[in-house]
């Protein structure tokens, strides 16, 4: 089962194979590859296998800059509401991907605002 984080269920519709290094974005490709080959996803709270082999992640805790632990919680908690999804719930990537696609524009407007990878997100959206 994959296990993905509240934000990467939103984000990961717009990779592009861009990430912090080569060992990040392999990880995500075979990510992506199972979740849309039918393996279902698990929701979680916190760090998930895209986090696992992250540099910023010490512990349990995102380093990547100040106050990235609390805003990356935030940004979770957002995308689990609009997608209508808990901790613990089991979902396809089907389903995400549809959620996403009803997702206003005006909506990643905010969530997106000040992303290190929102110029790359935008190519595609």
Not at 53 to 81: F, M, W, Y
Not at 91 to 119: H, L, M, T, Y
Request: hydrophobic share 30%; charged share 30%.
């Amino acid at each position: 089962m994959v296990r993905f984080r509240g934000h990467h269920l939103i984000c990961l519709n717009f990779f592009q194979g861009e990430g912090y290094s080569q060992d990040f974005i392999d990880n995500l490709k075979q990510l992506l590859d199972r979740a849309e080959k039918g393996e279902k996803i698990e929701v979680v709270a916190g760090p998930d296998d895209v986090c696992k082999v992250c540099p910023s992640l010490k512990g349990d805790i995102c380093t990547h800059k100040e106050g990235a632990d609390e805003e990356i919680k935030e940004l979770d908690n957002q995308a689990r509401s609009y997608l209508g999804v808990e901790p613990g719930q089991k979902v396809d990537w089907k389903e995400i991907r549809q959620g996403v696609a009803n997702i206003p524009g005006s909506w990643f407007s905010d969530f997106c605002k000040g992303c290190d990878w929102e110029k790359v997100c935008n190519r595609v959206r």
